[in-house]
């Protein structure tokens, strides 16, 4: 800003030459002279094409036609400043007694070129003959000066950074400056255009010899771009860059602050700004271009939420660290991705007929690394409600861990690990533990599924992978297991089954009411298997295995339940029951024919067992077997045999012997 500054103050010291020299030497002349005194002072090149005015009343000045200021040699963008024309004034009685007072100054289509090599030279660094430094020999070095007015029309401002590879136009500029007082404050006013989105400034200076140097002063700065606005007040310089103060911002706009920025605007859902984004804050820039917030309050459409935070930018991306709190947080339309329930299904958060397969887009998460702690009196996710909630969300690197330190949940708590990996694709995963849970609000919202009342414990590991939601249930893979204590399974009356076999018992106000379910499960390829399930109930008891296809939604699950005539659990009568179907609308059936196999294989084993007990009846009756208590009839068979042999063995001897007298 000084060059400007001091190069338009060596340019109006000129016009005291160019009046008093206007009746003795040509415009031409004239133009010749300003154009060496500039070169000495600057070091760059000025052309004043066409005459040079003067005028005397009502004030001193001077008026060119087309002018022009050379770029520096290395540049590439050609001429640093071209203008169709200047005008300034000067008030001629205080120049005369030292003081210079500019009382206006007047640039048609001006258009100014910044550029910074990649070398890190920078073109607006003059140099005059003498061989000095940038600003040495420039005119208004320490000379005070006052500026009534300045004007700029139908502007251009280009300022292109080679080693950066970056590009800023603006165009349509229209502005104003007032240095009433050169120790005093200043104004500044201009409106343009960046990236086809107009914007307006309006800046504040308190002191503007120290902020002429670059020193921090106290300012207030106000930007409007469409219906967002932003507002600063506080402390800043310009040398180094740097800033503290209040900021208060209404970012509702963010098409327009989106195009100033650059960038495609994003689509924010709603509960993360897509109608309102609102901040306000203690905010401070360091000369190492890192931000930091400080009694930060962010209001993203109906939530609200309070901040501390701290953004640096020396690494390979940016990292932020920061602590927020904050109320009833919703963000159910969020994690839809919809504005709405998952897949835009009915209650529950999911469609009766699939899961969502709308890609889902995580490249935010390469954008900066981050630390957030996150304090919330409950979360609203959609899928899932939350209450006390306290999460540690680390990023690094596009890889995403949600440290879940504290979650109160449907009655109960979770804790463990979440984790959303966007690193090579997408995937989620898990460590997660669910104790005292109120099953039929959890189900609810994550499967619309309400039959299941009673609180359980679920410890569940599990990975998915894809870039859907369809995608990721059908891809998972895990292990876990499953315990509830007294509840209640509506819809099916298993008791009523069994003492009738007859499958009707199911539908409204049917249920069975249950002392404890335990199970154990694997999923591999978005499918729930399950080989241990045992079910408690007071004249009811079941085991169960069987499929659950979390991809499909789907049923395939064996429950063989056991109806005890008795309380003390004698008696009874096992029929299998078969589950099957989707998960909006399964099937019960009783598996008569498993049924009638197994009485069949009883009632076969029962005559097998008759059959052998008549054998055994007639031997014993015709070959005078009679068994030993615990002795088999093979075995009786062998001992008579054993005896009829030794008997005759016997006789046998005898009569040898006897013969032999």
Do not use: C
């Not at 307006?200 to 700065?221: C, K, S, W, Y």
């Amino acid at each position: 800003m000084r060059w400007l500054i001091r190069s338009v103050l060596a340019l109006s010291l000129l016009v005291f030459l160019a009046v008093a020299a206007v009746f003795m030497i040509p415009s031409e002349r004239i133009a010749a002279l300003a154009a060496e005194r500039f070169a000495e002072v600057t070091g760059r090149r000025l052309v004043i094409e066409g005459s040079v005015r003067p005028s005397f009343f009502p004030t001193l000045g001077v008026q060119t036609g087309p002018v022009s200021v050379s770029n520096a040699d290395w540049g590439l963008e050609g001429d640093m400043l071209r203008a169709e024309g200047l005008s300034i004034t000067l008030d001629l009685a205080a120049l005369m007694g030292g003081e210079v007072r500019i009382t206006g100054i007047s640039a048609q289509g001006p258009q100014l070129v910044l550029e910074r090599a990649r070398d890190g030279r920078e073109n607006w660094v003059f140099g005059g003959q003498d061989g000095g430094s940038a600003e040495a020999g420039m005119a208004g070095e320490g000379t005070p000066f006052t500026l009534d007015l300045a004007e700029v029309s139908d502007g251009r401002f280009t300022f292109v950074d080679h080693g950066a590879g970056s590009r800023v136009v603006l165009r349509a500029v229209n502005g104003e400056a007032r240095i009433p007082a050169f120790l005093g404050a200043a104004d500044f006013t201009f409106d343009a255009i960046m990236n086809e989105q107009p914007f307006e400034t309006r800046l504040n200076v308190a002191e503007f010899a120290p902020f002429l140097e670059g020193r921090l002063v106290g300012v207030d700065l106000a930007l409007t771009a469409g219906e967002a606005d932003l507002r600063f007040a506080g402390q800043a310089g310009w040398n180094p860059l740097a800033a503290e103060g209040d900021l208060v911002a209404n970012l509702a706009d963010l098409s327009a602050i989106s195009a100033l920025a650059g960038m495609a605007k994003p689509d924010l859902p709603q509960g993360l700004g897509a109608q309102k984004v609102e901040a306000t804050g203690q905010l401070t820039l360091t000369d190492a271009l890192s931000l930091h917030l400080r009694g930060g309050a962010l209001t993203l459409d109906d939530n609200r939420l309070t901040l501390d935070a701290d953004l640096t930018t020396a690494g390979v991306r940016p990292n932020l660290s920061a602590q927020v709190q904050a109320g009833a947080l919703s963000l159910a339309a969020a994690m839809s991705g919809s504005g709405g329930e998952i897949g835009g299904g009915a209650r529950g958060g999911t469609q009766a007929d699939g899961w969502p397969t709308a890609p889902i887009d995580v490249s935010a998460l390469g954008l900066m690394d981050a630390s957030v702690a996150l304090t919330a009196d409950s979360v609203d996710l959609g899928v899932a409600k939350f209450g006390t909630t306290r999460v540690v969300t680390t990023i690094d690197r596009a890889r995403a861990v949600f440290d879940l330190r504290q979650i109160a949940a449907y009655q109960g708590t979770v804790s463990g690990q979440f984790v959303v990996n966007g690193r090579n694709g997408l995937s989620v995963g898990g460590d997660l533990v669910l104790s005292g849970l109120a099953m039929q609000s959890l189900l609810m919202d994550l499967g619309g599924y309400d039959r299941l009342i009673g609180t359980g414990d679920l410890a569940l590991k599990f990975l998915g992978v894809g870039n859907s939601v369809d995608a990721i249930m059908r891809s998972f893979s895990g292990s876990g297991n499953l315990r509830l204590g007294k509840g209640e399974l509506r819809g099916l009356d298993i008791a009523g089954m069994l003492r009738t076999l007859d499958a009707g018992f199911v539908g409204e106000g049917q249920k069975t009411i249950f002392e404890a379910v335990t199970a154990g499960f694997t999923i591999d390829g978005g499918v729930l298997r399950n080989s241990d399930l045992a079910f408690q109930a007071p004249y009811v008891t079941a085991t169960g295995n069987g499929e659950v296809n979390l991809g499909a939604r789907t049923l395939d699950y064996r429950l063989r339940p056991v109806a005890l005539a008795a309380v003390d659990g004698t008696g009874g009568v096992m029929v299998p029951l078969l589950i099957t179907g989707s998960w909006a609308s399964p099937r019960f059936r009783l598996d008569l024919e498993a049924l009638a196999r197994e009485r069949f294989e009883e009632q076969a084993k029962e005559a097998e067992a008759r059959a052998k007990a008549e054998l055994e009846r007639k031997a014993e009756q015709e070959l005078g077997i009679i068994r030993q208590e615990g002795e088999s009839l093979e075995d009786a068979a062998r001992r008579r045999a054993q005896e009829a042999i030794d008997a005759e063995a016997g006789r046998l001897l005898e009569r040898l012997l006897g013969g032999g007298n």
